[in-house]
């Protein structure tokens, strides 16, 4: 698909997860629509779905989202929402301590659960009530750094860093899937070499073999035994 810049649509799915209340639709609705609603939210009944268009540098990508519930209910759902994402955005909300740990049980999960390359990512959403902050910045970097993952604090209310997030996510599916296809490559190459090696030592061989007899042409003997 053409992203009408010359360069070819990429897609991806994303899909969110994290506790009831922490801001997962509100992101998803300020990225995709710009718009934030002062107005409690309802509850996100099994999934919502929405897709969005980015252009990077040199890609095109384009995001089916997957809004997740985070009621308890509905997490025996998940498996059929995160089979074949490739990228997770695990949320929580930096004035809540228990919703970061349910966020640090999602990361687990899916690390056990999903394909080794899917993109983790992580957000301390609610950036705009700084003050009354409650998870620890050092505990966040810690697991942030032990499990390699994207994060941001971000703020579906301002708008702060929302973007930037998604951008980040697009930007790592985009360089994990060249790294692949460099592997792919630089892995073809080699099995190239070693066919035509092969091929040229099994010429080489055969020429040997050709000489050698067309030796035993020239000098033949014939031997006779004489009983």
Request: net charge negative; hydrophobic share 35%; glycine share 6%.
């Amino acid at each position: 698909m053409d992203g009408g810049s010359g360069c070819v649509t990429k897609k991806y799915k994303l899909v969110l997860f994290g506790d009831a209340a922490v801001g997962k639709t509100s992101l998803v609705l300020q990225f995709v629509k710009g718009n934030f609603s002062n107005e409690p939210q309802e509850a996100t009944i099994g999934v919502a779905f929405q897709s969005k268009i980015v252009c990077l540098q040199d890609s095109t990508v384009k995001f089916e989202i997957w809004d997740t519930a985070g009621s308890a209910r509905y997490q025996g759902l998940a498996p059929m929402y995160y089979r074949g994402a490739d990228a997770a955005l695990v949320v929580f909300d930096i004035t809540n301590e228990d919703s970061f740990t349910k966020a640090k049980t999602w990361i687990c999960t899916l690390q056990t659960q999903v394909k080794k390359s899917i993109i983790l990512a992580l957000a301390g959403n609610k950036s705009d009530l700084k003050y009354h902050k409650s998870v620890d910045r050092q505990k966040i970097q810690e697991f942030v750094e032990e499990n390699d993952l994207v994060f941001m604090e971000t703020s579906a209310k301002s708008g702060n860093n929302v973007t930037n997030m998604f951008l980040s996510i697009a930007t790592k599916l985009v360089e994990k899937e060249k790294k692949a296809l460099e592997d792919q490559a630089t892995s073809s190459g080699h099995n190239t070499t070693s066919t035509t090696n092969t091929s040229t030592s099994a010429a080489v061989a055969a020429d040997s073999l050709d000489n050698e007899g067309d030796d035993m042409s020239d000098g033949c003997c014939c031997c006779c035994v004489v009983l």
